[in-house]
């Protein structure tokens, strides 16, 4: 079983590779022949794994954006 998923770490890992090393979740599931969310399951344990970053969170429908006082937190460094 491990050998299986190593294979499927490799497939993940090449494809996003020979895509210049950016895709969304749905255009790396298309190309892998996998659903979306066992995508969204690999690329997690890939990131935890130090294998790739997650960079990008976007909003799935436009939002207003609210009138109210954003706080800032500081934490000792």
Not at 16 to 30: F, I, N, Q, V
Request: hydrophobic share 50%; glycine share 6%; charged share 25%.
């Amino acid at each position: 079983m491990d050998s299986w998923w190593r294979d499927v770490d490799d497939a993940t890992l090449n494809v996003l590779a020979a895509a210049g090393g950016k895709l969304t979740l749905a255009e790396l599931a298309g190309r892998l022949g996998m659903s979306e969310d066992a995508v969204r399951s690999i690329v997690t344990m890939l990131a935890e794994q130090g294998c790739v970053r997650i960079t990008e969170v976007e909003l799935a429908r436009p939002r207003r954006v609210a009138r109210v006082a954003y706080l800032h937190t500081r934490r000792a460094i």
